[in-house]
């Protein structure tokens, strides 16, 4: 095993180098980037010149703008000029924030970690239940209601139904139970530790219904089918003619074969921090990660861009590893070599 994730952990290097590589020539190659924002800006008068709007620019200056942005090198040089700073540790500057691109990332971070590790918790520890008590009264009415909910939440997207919720819970045209846009009240330095672990909560419970939605339906129907897998196995009906009772035969037996599927999933612990969506932050006035980049990519902010690229990709691979890792921990049956 530790001759396997030695393997895997090598194996990241050129995986990641060619994911960034790639990345970065496309990202570089497309138009409207910095140099040019700033040419417009200059010929729009809204540069730090002050030229006026009909004013041409020179040949020269634009040269300086180039080599201000270090655009005025070949793209190979820039690519290992750019790879050489992230070895140190350095993630360049941001265009649009004017600061470090580890200082804009960490700062929209903790609201989609909140997100991504809330909604994953949740998801396993109501799913993991939910789908095993369908698989044992499969075809019951509590089975065919609860599978009528679920894959309406499933075909729902999720910003959607933020909509529906802003409208039927937020004050739209019927109930004013919960706030529609941001994470905390105005106010919220006023509150008390537990006013403000409220107040917390009460904005999050909307987006976070939202976040939920499309993984709650998968995991729950994934676990269900999983177990009435097993439920019909040969060993459960060895267990049981050995005078074993039914409920014990699930959970000693089928419940930890029923969880190999569902330990792919595992993986997306290590990129939670990632996590976000773009409409759902939109709909609920959110500024996390998933509208950052969004915005980064509209303002071709390519330090930013390449930043969150980079540790994502190292969070998924090091996601995959541990979700092998896991099948191990839940089958010991499965051998590495």
């Not at 700062?107 to 799913?127: D, E, N, V």
């Not at 969004?294 to 540790?311: K, T």
């Amino acid at each position: 095993m530790r001759q396997y994730i030695l393997r895997r952990l090598l194996l990241m290097v050129p995986t990641l180098f060619g994911i960034v590589l790639v990345c970065f020539m496309l990202v570089q190659f497309v138009p409207g980037g910095p140099v040019e924002q700033m040419i417009s800006q200059i010929q729009r008068g809204q540069g730090d010149r002050g030229a006026s709007t009909d004013q041409r620019i020179t040949e020269e200056e634009i040269q300086n703008i180039k080599a201000y942005f270090g655009f005025d090198k070949p793209i190979h040089v820039r690519f290992f000029s750019w790879l050489g700073k992230v070895l140190k540790g350095d993630l360049g500057e941001s265009y649009a924030y004017d600061e470090p691109v580890w200082d804009v990332i960490i700062s929209k971070m903790p609201i989609s970690l909140f997100f991504g590790i809330t909604s994953f918790l949740l998801s396993y520890i109501i799913c993991i239940p939910l789908g095993m008590y369908k698989a044992v009264h499969n075809k019951s009415w509590f089975d065919t209601i609860s599978s009528v909910i679920i894959f309406s939440g499933y075909v729902i997207p999720g910003y959607a139904l933020g909509v529906l919720l802003i409208v039927f819970l937020g004050g739209g045209s019927y109930l004013d139970l919960f706030p529609i846009s941001g994470i905390v009240s105005d106010n919220f330095e006023n509150f008390s530790s537990m006013g403000k672990v409220f107040d917390f909560l009460h904005h999050m419970t909307l987006p976070m219904i939202c976040y939920m939605v499309g993984e709650f339906a998968f995991l729950t129907m994934l676990m269900k089918n999983s177990l009435l897998e097993e439920l019909q196995k040969d060993y459960m009906r060895t267990a049981l003619i050995k005078g074993s009772t039914f409920n014990m035969a699930v959970w000693k037996h089928a419940f930890r074969n029923s969880l190999i599927p569902l330990t792919t999933r595992f993986g997306e612990i290590f990129t939670l921090m990632f996590a976000g969506s773009i409409l759902i932050e939109r709909v609920f006035d959110i500024d996390g990660m998933g509208l950052l980049s969004y915005s980064s990519i509209l303002s071709r902010d390519y330090n930013v861009v390449m930043g969150i690229i980079l540790l994502a990709s190292i969070m998924g691979l090091l996601g995959r590893l541990f979700s092998d890792i896991m099948y191990v921990v839940v089958d010991p049956r499965i051998k590495y070599k």
